[in-house]
């Protein structure tokens, strides 16, 4: 099946600082990514959704300057939390849809903590 | 509006007993349905789908779920729970008229005690 991967799986930063989330597409091409954000209550959020070369589309309400994210390839996607604050802290899911397949397929995700 | 609805919050079930997570959408057109199926600290694992023809769909694990037209669900079942089937499972469904739109269920928590 396909393979997407995470990198970290887990960070610690301190506020102000920026944190990068790598996630790729192991075994095929990624047409789209997209970037969830899961609270503790269970449910999943979109932030964004990301298509090789363009400009990323985020959802309403997510600040596209503050959660930078860059698809430069058709195999990776980052995530960039600038000016990380506590209530960043979170666990970021990504994801990637290869051509003519209908399921997304889930990176395990990054748990992101803010001190 | 696209929305997809997972009534229960916990659903609680005997090892050995069957199982059913519910779940209902509300789409224009024919949907495409999924689901999956999270363990703790991890992402989400792809169990089935409904793209079209046969109303009852088989999934990894033994899963399989059900496409109800009229009653619009895609109810989640399996025969006998199992321990280790104690996860965190979502409702996807695609919109066929925008391909890069999913709507997820709020997600339903299974516990199967031994």
């Known amino acids: 099946g396909a393979v997407v991967s995470q990198h970290p799986s887990r960070v610690i930063c301190k506020s102000g600082t920026s944190v990068k989330i790598e996630c790729r597409s192991l075994?095929?091409?990624?047409?789209?990514m997209f970037w969830y954000r899961q609270f503790p209550k269970q449910s999943l959020m979109l932030m964004a959704t990301s298509n090789e070369g363009s400009k990323a589309t985020y959802e309403q309400g997510v600040e596209k300057d503050k959660f930078l994210i860059n698809h430069a390839s058709l195999t990776l996607s980052t995530l960039t939390v600038t000016s990380a604050h506590p209530e960043d802290s979170s666990f970021y899911i990504c994801s990637a849809l290869a051509g003519g397949v209908y399921e997304q397929y889930f990176g395990p995700g990054t748990r992101l903590t803010v001190t | 509006a696209q929305s997809v609805a997972q009534p229960e919050d916990q659903v609680n079930v005997a090892e050995g007993n069957p199982l059913t997570v519910k779940c209902t959408y509300s789409?224009?057109?024919?949907?495409?349905l999924f689901w999956y199926v999270q363990y703790p600290n991890r992402g989400l694992q792809f169990l089935l789908k409904?793209?079209?023809?046969?109303?009852l769909v088989k999934g990894s694990y033994g899963f399989e779920a059900e496409f109800n037209k009229s009653q619009t669900s895609f109810h989640l079942k399996k025969p006998s729970a199992l321990v280790s089937d104690s996860a965190l499972y979502f409702c996807?469904?695609?919109?066929?008229?925008?391909?890069?739109?999913?709507?997820f269920g709020s997600g339903t928590k299974l516990n199967v005690k031994p």
């Open positions: 789409v224009s057109g024919n949907p495409y």
């Open positions: 996807a469904v695609r919109d066929r008229n925008n391909f890069n739109k999913f709507y």
């Open positions: 075994d095929f091409q990624a047409t789209t």
């Open positions: 409904y793209i079209t023809g046969d109303n």
